[in-house]
């Protein structure tokens, strides 16, 4: 069996997670340091500390002055909506200066939310050989090499997900879609 080639799968960018909370339903509000250019939704977040992963639901924005990006969903909060004054601004321009920004998340395969401190990775699996399913959680696929890289890849990325089960493979095939194959990279035709 050739080795899984796994290409750029998680950004060299470090965003620090300074506040990480649980609201209703397994969604998580945590707020980043060092998201220069912002996260598009749907995009997937990784923990370097415990491989947890997480996707991004919205960008969370609480005050008009913050920077915007067009890949980002938005949602407005008004829990921390003040009135500006040149306290406020500051805080706004200092929160600038360090690209601080607010994200709503659920998490992928577990109920944790980001450690304080932690560092977390924008995420995209690009591999170039099969990579073997370990798990099925709502939406994604957990893989892994035979190297222990774990990465998750969305399930709308495979044709044919419904069939798939664990110890199966996913192959990389053109326009980021995915094959679904066994040991031997033949195709699994399931009903």
Sequence with gaps: MLPAILLNMDSQIKFKVLNSNNITNFEIIVELENVENGIPSKGVLKSLNS???????????????????????????DIN??????KNEEIIKQREEKNIRLYKIKPIGNTQKPEIGEDLVFHATTFRRKIQIKEIYEGYFRLEDENGYIAVIPKRKVPKNSTAQIGDYVRHCEHQYHDLVDENDNFIYRH
């Design 51 to 77: 491989n947890l992963f997480w996707e991004v639901q919205n960008r969370i924005i609480e005050n008009i002055n913050e920077k915007r990006f067009e890949y980002e969903e938005i949602i407005y909060s």
């Design 81 to 86: 909506r003040i009135e500006l004054n040149i």
